[in-house]
C-alpha cells in the first residue's frame, strides 16, 4: 500500500528556513519520480521540486537557489530544504510521486511565512 506522510511544516519568519520530510511507504522512493508541490490559498496547485530515479531535480524558477529536494534512500524519506523564505511561500506543501499504479499525495503540511 503506497503511503507518503509528510512533516515539517510550520511558522517561520521571512528569510528563515525549514525542512519538510516525506516518509515513503509501499514503494521504494529511488526507483520513481517525485515532486514537492504546493497550493495556496485561492491558487492552483503548482510543482516546486522535483528528483527522478536518477536523481535529476528541477525547480520552479521562483524556488531557484533556495529549495533543495533530496532523498536518503535508507530512510526512504524525500526531503525539501528551504531556505530565504518569503511571504509569498505560504502554503500547503504536498509530496507525490508518480507511481506505476497511478499518482499519489500525502495529505500536506503547511508552511507559513509571516512576521
Known amino acids: 500500500q503506497v503511503q507518503l506522510v509528510e512533516s515539517g511544516g510550520g511558522l517561520v519568519q521571512p528569510g528563515g528556513s525549514l525542512r519538510l520530510s516525506c516518509a515513503a511507504s509501499?514503494?521504494?522512493?529511488?526507483?520513481?519520480?517525485m515532486g514537492w508541490y504546493r497550493q495556496a490559498p485561492g491558487k492552483q496547485r503548482e510543482l516546486v521540486a522535483a528528483?527522478?530515479?536518477?536523481?535529476?531535480?528541477n525547480y520552479v524558477n521562483s524556488v531557484k537557489g533556495r529549495f533543495t529536494i533530496s532523498r536518503d534512500n535508507a530512510k526512504n524519506t524525500v526531503y525539501l530544504r528551504m531556505n530565504s523564505l518569503k511571504p509569498e511561500d505560504t502554503a500547503v506543501y504536498y509530496c507525490n510521486v508518480n507511481h506505476r499504479q497511478g499518482r499519489y499525495w500525502g495529505q500536506g503540511t503547511q508552511v507559513t511565512v509571516s512576521e
Open positions: 509501499g514503494f521504494i522512493v529511488n526507483i520513481y519520480d
Open positions: 528528483i527522478n530515479s536518477g536523481g535529476n531535480t
